[in-house]
C-alpha cells in the first residue's frame, strides 16, 4: 500500500497533445508531442487500440512529469500520461474545463 508521502512525490500537470506520431517499431504505440505550457515533452504512449491520431490531437491529458525517461522501444518517453481501465475500456484521463498548459494536478 502507498502512503499518502508517496503519492505526493507523483508531479502532475496538465498539458496539451500537439503532435501525434505512430511509434515506428511498434504497433500499438503513439509518440505524442505533449505541450506542458513551458516545455513540450515527448510521450510514448499505447493508445493505439482506443484512440485514432484526430481523437488525441487537441485533447488536454494528465501526465506525470517527474518520472525519470524511459527509452521505449527504442524511443525515449519523458512522462507517462493518466488513463482509465475497465475491461476493455481505456479512456485518457484530462480536465473537464480547459486550464493552461503547465497547470498542476492537486
Known sequence: MASY???TKLKM??????DVKDHP???KLYVLSVDMGSETRQVVA?????YTPEEILGKQIIVI???EP???RGVESQGML???EKGDDVVLLGVDKEIGNGAKVC
Open 5 to 7: 508521502e508517496d503519492f
Open 70 to 72: 524511459a527509452i521505449i
Open 13 to 18: 500537470k496538465v498539458g496539451t497533445v500537439v
Open 65 to 67: 512529469v517527474n518520472l
Open 46 to 50: 499505447g493508445m493505439k487500440k482506443y
Open 82 to 84: 493518466l488513463a482509465a
Open 25 to 27: 517499431d511498434a504497433d
